[in-house]
């Protein structure tokens, strides 16, 4: 038989693949060409096929496939902890909206790599980041750039707001819809290939105008990319739309035509019956960000209601101003904590639909389906390797719990994006972490001292 050589061969470890089955290999095997999979089985049946450029010893250890977060601002990692007891629209327009206009494209690729650096640490191989609206695209561009360069699958959204002063929308984030749409055409010639993909992100539905929704739907169509849309947050979606259009807003937005299965609503903590109704209809994607809603107080969202649905629930960590990190495994223990306090019932979200909801369904809200998601043969292989032997984990009976309720960074010891190693030992392939975080630390200081927006118990 001949023997076939493949660059990376994963031997030896338990694998959750979170197929159709939900199948779990005990002592297997993952051969990865280029940056699919090419094989997945028992050891045995697997190892001897191949000769592989870079083995991976997973024995004692658990693979999971990469973690998918629908919804982040990676901007923020800069602005982490600096809005701490404020609400939402204090805290975007004073805070996070100033910060994107003054951060300098320097600030803003290193608040990309330092994001980054920490999703790779906490299982996440995708997400979607919903870069605000600004009167231009070069930071945009700059996320992009520190996407690349770590080595994420990522969606880049192209935030867009153009008025709303009135009902206190910070003008600096205003850009007419036709000027960011005809630059983000440059923008998706110049960055495509690779692991990224694009999205249009409105960023709320009072920030633009019924022609301009068509203009966003229009594109989306014409160019088969993903919209997403803060939706429902706080009840003022609802309150504005109803003074300026008299409806509320999902009503308002379906007449408009906006809505469909390639839009990915965030929070949708306000939802009433119909609202629900409009996204069952229209098949729309959710992107469920408990720590973030939390942490603003804004709500539960009616998470158990929208399954009931039918409707596909993937999970966000929101940007780190209102999480305050990347952390994907913290989001998933977070969803199970909050749901089953809220309906005051322990059976109410196993471990294994939380699990499912942060692969499989970010998988399908961003439309990857097909790709991700899961570990099977044709895949990407997009995975990460848990080692089990830390304090907080120890001892495992069932991994998929262990993962969503007893697990840290410190048991992601391996992270591997399209077949790349991005993390091995812990250790982020490339970069030196310790510099890049002393560069932060002295550069996200200089941007809220010149925004001028460090809170009093910081003032030194
Ligand atoms: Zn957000």
Known sequence: MEIIICDVLISGGTIITQNSTRAIIQNGSISIKGSEIIDIGNKEDVDFKYSARKMIDARGKYIFPGLINTHTHLFQTFIKGLGEGLSLYQ??????????????EKQAYLSTI????EAIHCGTTTLLDFMYSMPHSRLHRQVGNGLRDIGLRGVLGLGLMENGEEH???PCQFRPVTEALAEWHEIME???????SFALAPEIPFGISPNSFRAIREFANKHGILITIHINETLDDDKVNLK????????FLE????????????????????????????????????????YL??????????????????LGTDGAGSNNSQDMLEVMKSTGLLHKVHHQNPAVMNAQTILDMATLGGAKALGQADRIGSLEVNKQADLFIFDPFKPKSAPVFDPVSSLVFSSGPENVSTTIVAGNILMEERKIIGFDELEILQECQESAWELAKRVGYIPNFLKL
């Open 91 to 104: 805290w975007v327009d004073g805070i996070a909206a100033p910060s994107a206009f003054g951060m300098s």
């Open 168 to 170: 206190g929308l910070s």
């Open 297 to 314: 107080g804004v709500g539960v969202a009616p998470i158990m209601d929208l399954k009931q649905s039918g409707l596909t629930i993937s």
């Open 255 to 294: 007449e408009l035509g906006f809505w469909g299965e390639d839009v990915v609503g965030v929070h949708c903590v306000k939802m009433q019956p119909e609202d629900i109704e409009i996204f069952a209809k229209n098949d729309v994607k959710i992107s469920h960000n408990p720590v973030s809603n939390m």
């Open 114 to 117: 330092l994001g980054g650096m």
């Open 244 to 251: 300026d259009y008299q409806k509320r807003a999902v009503p």
């Open 190 to 196: 110049e960055y495509k290939g690779g692991n990224l």
